[in-house]
């Protein structure tokens, strides 16, 4: 098992109410990850995070460990995810 953590920033604060949270995955990926957050925080969570296609949505960004990654990315033990909506301004 593997113990990843996860923060949450911009709409995806909004959404799960929390700055951080964990979770213990047997197979840890990134996909493994999104599944188990959408159920946590439902399906505003899930639809933040990727069309019907299965697709990243435009201006959502995931890092894990500070690094943008693919869905299969594999995790360690005590990796960081991040999610976090992109701003614009001007």
Do not use: C
């Not at 957050?37 to 019907?52: E, I, K, L, Q, T």
């Amino acid at each position: 098992m593997a113990r990843v953590r996860v923060s949450f920033h911009g709409t995806f604060w909004h959404i799960t109410q929390k700055h951080d949270d964990s979770l213990e995955l047997a197979q840890p990926t990134l996909e493994a990850v999104v599944q188990e957050m959408g159920r946590r925080y439902g399906p505003r969570f899930s639809n933040a995070v990727r069309d019907d296609g299965g697709r990243p949505m435009p201006g959502m960004i995931v890092l894990v460990d500070g690094q943008n990654a693919p869905w299969n990315t594999p995790l360690a033990d005590n990796s960081q995810v991040s999610f976090l909506s992109a701003i614009a301004g001007g």
